[in-house]
């Protein structure tokens, strides 16, 4: 069923190319929230060997945001209607799940909030991962509804 959806949504070039800019986007966004990606002296791409799976899960909130955004599009235009805003809204919490980091931006932004700023970067700090596998399964459950309505409003045949 979902494998159809997938098909009949990506089988549009536009669909395509706005899957890959937003994935693009919110890895390079990401990585550098991270602190994957460094500006100064030069431009620095480096994850270490103990941060390939904190890497990964950037990748995968990104990969997963895309598909959803660009599904959840093709689903809006699809029925020309605001009621399959739940695709947006669980993309947002998702992705903004999975951007929580304590990247030397995220830190440097967060410590001009004093004794609560420590606090969330200590939290954030903390619980990055399980948070962002929160997304992820936030992404996920945004993904199956998504592609079920599509099935259901295209009435795709098994």
């Known amino acids: 069923m979902q494998n159809q959806a997938l098909q009949l949504v990506f089988s549009q070039r536009k669909y395509v190319l706005l899957s890959i800019a937003i994935f693009a986007g919110l890895v390079a966004l990401l990585s550098f929230l991270s602190g994957f990606v460094y500006f100064e002296p030069s431009?620095?791409?480096?994850?270490?060997?103990?941060?390939?799976?904190?890497?990964?899960?950037?990748?995968?909130?990104?990969?997963?945001?895309?598909?959803?955004?660009?599904?959840?599009?093709?689903?809006?235009?699809l029925m020309r209607t605001r009621k399959m805003s739940s695709g947006f809204v669980g993309t947002i919490i998702g992705a903004s799940a999975g951007a929580c980091s304590c990247g030397y931006v995220g830190f440097a932004i967060i410590s001009t909030f004093g004794a609560i700023g420590g606090t969330a970067t200590t939290f954030l700090t903390n619980y990055e991962i399980p948070l962002r596998l929160f997304a992820i399964g936030i992404l996920l459950y945004t993904y199956y509804v998504t592609s079920k309505g599509i099935t259901a409003q295209c009435k795709i045949q098994k």
């Open 43 to 77: 431009l620095l791409f480096y994850v270490s060997g103990d941060d390939v799976g904190r890497f990964s899960l950037v990748v995968i909130v990104s990969a997963l945001s895309a598909l959803v955004v660009s599904m959840s599009i093709f689903t809006l235009k």
